[in-house]
């Protein structure tokens, strides 16, 4: 079933990477997924309202002022993908170089969408928020995910979520 977000109503949104590959546990790439935010909250009139980027997946609560919410995220994708592989084969200290690619490269050569490699799996999952329950709800659960994972003991010391009120993006209280 393919599911769309085409209004302004709130969602959560989650982005993973195929076969939930590890690859945000370097700062340079966890920094620039940061970047390409800020710029869709600058240029395509992107609101997120809660956020937390880990290892393999991206979660955000999220809408857009105008336009459809699967096109800003199609977009950001895209966009990222391609320059995430560059990234990747442009680190001098990227270990794990060859494996990464070999998997995106694999990914991609099993998705007749893709010319080469695949970085994201295919699909936002967005899930309507429909009530303040059910918004609260989806908060918590993206701000506790680092806990869960016992990268941290509390929220707010995740650096990459807007758990933490220093965090790098700015959300939408």
């Not at 950001?76 to 990464?100: A, G, H, M, Q």
Request: charged share 20%; net charge neutral.
């Amino acid at each position: 079933m393919r599911r769309t977000a085409a209004t302004d109503e709130l969602y959560f949104v989650t982005l993973t990477v195929t076969d939930w590959v590890d690859v945000f546990t370097r700062r340079i790439y966890n920094d620039f997924i940061i970047q390409n935010l800020k710029y869709c909250q600058q240029n395509k009139k992107l609101n997120i309202y809660a956020y937390v980027l880990m290892t393999n997946h991206l979660h955000m609560v999220a809408n857009v002022e105008e336009g459809s919410l699967s096109d800003v995220l199609r977009d950001f994708k895209t966009y990222t993908s391609k320059e995430l592989i560059k990234l990747i084969i442009n680190n001098p200290s990227e270990s794990r170089r060859s494996w990464l690619l070999n998997a995106f490269e694999f990914s991609g050569r099993r998705n007749p969408l893709n010319k080469n490699h695949q970085f994201w799996q295919n699909g936002n999952h967005p899930v309507l928020l429909y009530s303040n329950d059910v918004i609260q709800q989806k908060i918590d659960y993206i701000h506790d995910n680092p806990v869960r994972a016992g990268f941290v003991g509390s929220a707010h010391e995740y650096w990459y979520s807007s758990a933490n009120p220093e965090s790098p993006l700015e959300v939408i209280y």
